[in-house]
């Protein structure tokens, strides 16, 4: 198993190296020297060197796999950090992965329906419509009625590489841990077991074909987003099938124009959709990026958005919606003081945080940030900004809020590009708002109870077996307890014991190096003692070890 980690560890840096990646090394001057390095001696290893960095970046993701491949369509949204023609490049990996053949994609995708093509479907083309990091898709249409479809069926093969990929990140969690203990305030293990449960469910596509159905029925005869329906006698694991969509890709600027779309308007809506998702259903869609997303050709003075491919799905509790809203409404007034506290309410940071150095730091990170037009401050760059100064109070990251990060750097990314100039705090400012103001609503909290009550009335005869229960966990945690007790004094005698052999063992070691030097009459002896510091040393390292 450490050999497959091992091998893949020098596979990923083989590649970086043959692609000449390392021009992406910054000048800083503090690694001027290892900028020459790679100058005059990686550069031998790069075999694109003829192609552009944006085309070596491209392919470079593509040769190392799904996640690799998931990474550069993030990074593909983030024109403020790349050059367009980088940016351009990485977009292709949203739709346009190099395919695997069509005859064998028609080969699983009868095997998993159980029956050949021509029983169902007519019309099937072997060459995809779109081919992604985890699936590729195929149109055909049914025999009976005729309609148009699309078929996706994942990539054959993936499976070894994810699951090698995933060790690997999660042995260098570990090891972040180990050498740096600061570390564990991050939740590096609990982030790679996140994007490793997202990966799993995307490679399981009856679970997509929920997710779609489900969020189908949350904009059911919605005005704003259409998403298409799914044909569930014929999903499994490995295929899906479902109604295909007819669209203008909304990083297609130059046609929605061309066709007098509002793209003002269609903007805003994008914003609606992400907040209406996140704080009113509670179930977001995680990978919208622009491969993902269409504009209706129909009504563009009034657009409608199409949304594919919901592997990715995610949810906050109702806790996080609350204090996220309140977070970003309190910068919005610049009520530092207001975010402190609800960063203190909310768990995030430790109870002993002194509440005044943490509203000193906000404050101290946000002014600057009013001196500049609001229309042009990310809510993603805020984001960003809140945690990285919370982290500093010792804030634990909460895993549930790196998808929606990452999809908020997809949102902004499309929003920005379709219309430039949206101020995106005007735009969600009453969504906010409006939300909050009706978690305050007295009929709100009259809802939460009705709801409860049945629950509660169902637990009372239940209620003795709990409390029994309980009792016998706190009896179980405390046995627990004492055996950790007396565990920690083992280890901590261990250790006395090893510090003292090790001891012993440096004094023996230079002992013998001295007599060796002073006196070849001795050196006999200084072997002896050479040999038994390290015999000294190697129980002390036992001992830890145990």
Same mark, same amino acid.
């Given at each position: 198993m450490f050999v497959d980690e091992l091998y893949r560890f020098y596979y990923i840096i083989k590649t970086i190296l043959n692609y000449g990646l390392s021009d992406f090394v910054p000048t800083h001057r503090l690694i001027?020297?290892?900028?020459?390095? +790679?100058?005059?001696?990686?550069?031998?290893?790069? *075999?694109? @060197?003829?192609?552009?960095?944006?085309?070596?970046?491209?392919?470079?993701?593509?040769?190392?796999?799904?996640?690799?491949?998931?990474?550069?369509?993030?990074? +593909?949204?983030?024109?403020?950090?790349?050059?367009?023609?980088?940016?351009?490049?990485?977009?292709?990996?949203?739709?346009?992965?190099?395919?695997?053949?069509?005859?064998?994609? $028609?080969? @699983?995708?009868?095997?998993?329906?159980?029956?050949?093509?021509?029983?169902?479907?007519?019309?099937?083309?072997?060459?995809?419509?779109?081919?992604? +990091?985890?699936s590729q898709v195929h149109a055909a249409r049914f025999k009976k009625t005729n309609k148009a479809i699309v078929i996706k069926v994942i990539r054959p093969g993936l499976l070894p590489i994810i699951k090698t990929d995933i060790r690997l990140m999660h042995r260098?969690?570990?090891?972040?841990?180990?050498?740096?203990?600061?570390?564990?305030?991050?939740?590096?293990?609990?982030?790679?077991?996140?994007?490793? $449960?997202?990966?799993?469910?995307?490679?399981?596509?009856? *679970?997509? !074909?929920?997710?779609?159905?489900?969020?189908?029925?949350?904009? *059911?005869?919605?005005q704003i987003l259409y998403i298409p329906k799914v044909y569930v006698d014929f999903c499994s694991e490995k295929v899906m099938v479902m109604e295909r969509i007819y669209g203008i890709s909304v990083y297609d600027i130059v046609a929605l124009k061309k066709q007098r779309t509002n793209m003002k308007l269609l903007a805003e809506r994008g914003i609606e959709i992400f907040f209406t998702q996140v704080f009113r259903d509670s179930f977001f869609h995680g990978d919208m990026h622009p491969g993902n997303i269409f504009i209706s050709y129909k009504h563009p003075e009034n657009p409608k958005y199409i949304s594919i491919d919901c592997g990715i799905i995610g949810s906050l509790n109702k806790k996080d919606k609350y204090y996220l809203a309140a977070n970003f409404i309190a910068f919005f007034n610049r009520d530092y003081r207001k975010i402190a506290e609800l960063h203190l309410d909310s768990g995030w940071i430790p109870i002993n945080t002194n509440i005044e150095d943490f509203e000193c730091a906000m404050r101290t990170v946000f002014e600057p940030i009013f001196e500049q037009p609001l229309e042009n401050v990310p809510f993603s760059k805020i984001?960003? @900004?809140?945690?990285?100064?919370?982290?500093?109070?010792?804030?634990?990251?909460?895993?549930?809020?790196?998808?929606?990060?990452?999809?908020?750097? @997809?949102?902004?990314?499309?929003v920005r590009q379709l219309y430039p100039h949206l101020d995106l705090w005007k735009s969600a400012r009453p969504f906010l708002e409006k939300w909050m103001q009706d978690q305050l609503k007295f009929s709100t909290t009259i809802c939460d109870l009705a709801d409860k009550i049945p629950h509660w009335i169902n637990k009372i005869p239940?209620?003795?077996?709990?409390?029994?229960?309980?009792? $016998?966990?706190?009896?179980?945690?405390? $046995? *627990?307890?004492?055996?950790?007790?007396?565990?920690?004094?083992?280890?901590?005698?261990?250790?006395?014991? !090893?510090?003292?052999?090790?001891?012993?063992?440096?004094?023996?070691?230079?002992?013998?190096?001295?007599?060796?030097?002073?006196?070849?009459?001795?050196?006999?002896?200084?072997?002896?003692?050479?040999?038994?510091?390290?015999?000294?040393?190697?129980?002390?390292?036992?001992?830890?070890?145990?």
């Open positions: 001027f020297p290892l900028r020459i390095g +790679s100058r005059f001696f990686l550069r031998i290893l790069n *075999k694109h @060197y003829q192609l552009t960095l944006g085309e070596r970046f491209r392919l470079a993701l593509q040769e190392l796999g799904p996640i690799w491949i998931k990474l550069g369509q993030m990074l +593909s949204t983030r024109r403020d950090i790349f050059s367009d023609s980088i940016a351009d490049q990485l977009s292709m990996l949203q739709d346009r992965v190099v395919p695997f053949d069509g005859i064998l994609a $028609k080969t @699983y995708i009868e095997r998993a329906i159980g029956n050949p093509l021509e029983t169902w479907f007519k019309d099937f083309q072997e060459i995809p419509l779109a081919s992604a +990091s985890i260098l969690a570990n090891w972040i841990y180990k050498f740096l203990p600061e570390g564990r305030k991050f939740k590096f293990s609990e982030v790679v077991s996140e994007y490793e $449960k997202t990966l799993f469910n995307e490679l399981n596509l009856l *679970k997509e !074909a929920a997710n779609t159905i489900q969020l189908r029925r949350n904009f *059911k005869n919605s984001l960003l @900004y809140l945690f990285n100064t919370a982290r500093c109070f010792n804030m634990e990251i909460q895993p549930q809020l790196i998808l929606l990060q990452k999809t908020l750097l @997809y949102v902004e990314g499309i239940e209620l003795p077996a709990i409390l029994s229960n309980e009792f $016998k966990r706190s009896c179980m945690l405390q $046995k *627990k307890i004492e055996i950790l007790i007396t565990e920690l004094k083992t280890q901590r005698t261990k250790q006395s014991q !090893a510090l003292f052999l090790f001891g012993v063992g440096a004094t023996l070691i230079t002992s013998s190096i001295f007599l060796c030097i002073q006196d070849k009459y001795f050196k006999n002896f200084s072997i002896f003692l050479f040999v038994t510091g390290i015999f000294i040393w190697t129980i002390g390292w036992k001992r830890i070890m145990q």
